[in-house]
């Protein structure tokens, strides 16, 4: 359904790490399966990086905020819907042709309230505890969405920037046939603003991503597809209408 990241080296004596994005809700258990696989069962990230707020990336974040006691980091504009301050706009489920779609009128969108404890981004791009990574502002699906890269070997978190699967169809998110997209259309507000990141993420030239939604892809079909979506984005992308579309 949604996807998150381990960075850091389980083989570093000094196991440091981060989480990228916090999943669903309920699957805090999971994480820490996972991270206690990777890392170690007493290990701990140094901080939770968010590439936005909506609710199937920040599901677990509040509880494993408080269980590591880690600080969160997210884009200055991001901070109302992490503090309680400002809920995301409704959904659009006329866009998209697909169940995941159609159904997005019940999927949350309160804001939630981490408090103190999220913190904004450095304004210079750097990512606190990811030295060898960059953030980049790619606006569209949220006002504070945020992708990452790695300039030494070209990896690209891009969040829900684009994705690697038609996620407003349930059984292209059933199959998980691997094909680039773009944003999740049903929770995307500005369109304008999200071509411009495709754009912005695709000039990067991009060796691997990995997407909020979808498997990781590489190579040849990666660069292909983005190709084709930054330069068409509005057929491949926009939809014909919707509430937020023109």
Known sequence: MVNLCFIGNPHDRFNKWVLVDAGMVDSMER???????????????????????????V???????????????????????????????????????????????????????LGNRVKPLPSDGTIPFMTDWRWIHTPGHTPGHVSLFRDQDGVLIAGDA?????????????????????PPAYFTTDWKEAWRSVEKLRALH???????????????NLSEQLDALAKDFDELAIPDHGRYVH
Request: hydrophobic share 35%; aromatic share 10%.
């Open 31 to 57: 994480i820490l399966e996972a991270s206690a696989e990777r890392f170690g069962s007493a290990s701990t990230p140094q901080a939770i990086i968010l590439t936005h707020g909506h609710f199937d990336h």
């Open 59 to 113: 599901g677990a974040v509040k509880e494993l905020a408080v269980h590591w006691d880690v600080p969160v980091y997210a884009h200055a504009f991001e901070l109302p819907y992490l503090t309680g301050q400002s809920d995301y706009p409704p959904p659009d489920p006329s866009v998209g042709g697909g169940l995941m779609a159609r159904i997005s009128s019940i999927y949350p969108r309160k804001a939630i309230d």
């Open 162 to 182: 684009f994705t690697t699967v038609k996620q407003e169809s349930a059984w292209a998110v059933l199959t998980q046939e691997k094909e680039v997209h773009g």
């Open 206 to 220: 991009p060796k691997i991503v990995i997407t909020g939604h979808g498997q990781p892809m590489y190579g040849k």
